[in-house]
Nanobody, 115 residues
Framework: QAQLVESGGGLVQAGGSLRLSCEAS????????MGWYRQAPGKQRELVAQ???????IYVDSVKGRFTISRDNAKNTVYLQMNSLKPEDTAVYYC?????????WGQGTQVTVSS
């Protein structure tokens, strides 16, 4: 069964750090792009960061310089290192993977940043 398993969310004070991990099952093959989206209460889901298999990255402006995305292609795993967290980073973070068949989503992991 195709699935993405996320871990690493939690509660942290402003200025702190968290690292999210997401492993894609082997049934999701030929992955091109892996990334992270987030959705805060009352807001639309937005792209936070993504990385192609070749290493190209995209970040939303609000996290540039604070978040770093990385991948281990051999393990079908993507990471999101989040530093200098702000209360406005509070959201459910979703892992996403894309291949030629379509897009896959994780179940989401809560990140809460207290002020």
């Amino acid at each position: 069964q195709a699935q993405l398993v996320e871990s690493g969310g939690g509660l942290v004070q402003a200025g702190g750090s968290l690292r999210l991990s997401c492993e894609a099952s082997r049934s999701i093959f030929s992955i091109n792009t892996m990334g992270w989206y987030r959705q805060a209460p009352g807001k639309q889901r937005e792209l936070v960061a993504q990385m192609t298999t070749g290493g190209s990255t995209i970040y939303v402006d609000s996290v540039k310089g604070r978040f770093t995305i990385s991948r281990d292609n051999a393990k079908n795993t993507v990471y999101l290192q989040m530093n200098s967290l702000k209360p406005e980073d509070t959201a459910v973070y979703y892992c996403n993977a894309k291949n030629f068949l379509g897009a896959y989503w994780g179940q989401g992991t809560q990140v809460t940043v207290s002020s």
